[in-house]
């Protein structure tokens, strides 16, 4: 025959809702673990996977010390007209967006350029900057009046592509592709928006350091004083 034990109750411990409960809910070494045990818990969590598609610049924050220096026109356009004052248009993405192999795409027009003007169109950065100086490691695209360049810059050393991309005629769309595949960066230009006809020499670069960057800017005066550079970035794809 099968019996149950009886329990005697006054053997067992008792529930003390000044030393569980209440602490649970208000002692502070309690209430800071549970905070670290979720963040820890969030930060272990993976990332939502990235899904390339064009970049949508009405999200993108836009600093611009002077009206109308940029103007988004559209959900895949954006106009600029640099001068010498802050103007730059960034996406946070999230830490580490931007792993692995990848390729991006846009189209650029060239409208005109002062002699000595520049710009940056694409920056990958793990910081928010005015200066590419101020950015820490970080990889851009800088078209002058005359010529184009590839960048890295690693440790505080500026390194550009041995090649460049020259001449650089006003009045010209170049549809730009943007390659990362192991520690090799190369950007080409074409002619036409299907890229079959390639123009100027392709720039490469064997990279320092393959970061897994945040933040992508769309474009970026160059902020020294210098005169105009002045055009429109469309159909971003990263």
């Known amino acids: 025959m099968f019996c149950i034990p009886k329990l005697k109750i006054n053997t067992l411990p008792k529930f003390q809702p000044e030393t569980i409960g209440q602490r649970i809910q208000s002692g502070p070494l309690t209430r800071a673990f ?10 272990l969590e993976p990332s939502p996977p990235h899904i390339p598609g064009y970049a949508d610049f009405t999200t993108f924050t836009e600093v611009d010390n002077v009206e109308n220096n ?5 959900a895949l ?12 248009l960034y996406k946070d993405t999230f830490a580490g967006f931007f792993v692995g192999d990848f390729t991006h ?11 000595g003007s520049a710009a940056y169109v694409w920056i990958l950065t793990h910081i928010v900057a005015s200066k590419t100086d101020d950015m820490g490691n970080c990889l851009f695209f800088r078209l002058s009046q005359a010529d ?3 960048f890295e810059k690693y440790n505080g050393t500026y390194y550009p592509s041995a090649n460049r991309i020259y001449p650089l005629p006003t009045d010209k769309t170049y549809y730009i592709t943007i390659t990362r595949v192991g520690s090799t960066l190369t950007l080409r230009a074409y002619n036409d928006s299907a890229r079959t006809s390639q123009y100027g020499d392709t720039l490469s670069l064997s ?7 945040r933040y992508i800017y769309a474009i970026m005066n160059l902020y020294t004083g210098l005169p105009y550079w002045r055009g429109t970035l469309e159909n971003l794809w990263y």
């Open 77 to 88: 356009s954006v106009s600029f007209d640099f001068g010498s004052l802050t103007a730059y």
């Open 105 to 115: 795409y846009f189209d650029l027009y060239y409208e005109a350029g002062d002699s």
């Open 207 to 213: 990279l320092h350091s393959v970061e897994d960057y």
């Open 148 to 150: 184009a360049y590839l």
């Open 34 to 43: 549970w905070r670290y045990a979720f963040a820890a818990r969030k930060a």
């Open 70 to 74: 940029i103007i988004v026109n559209s």
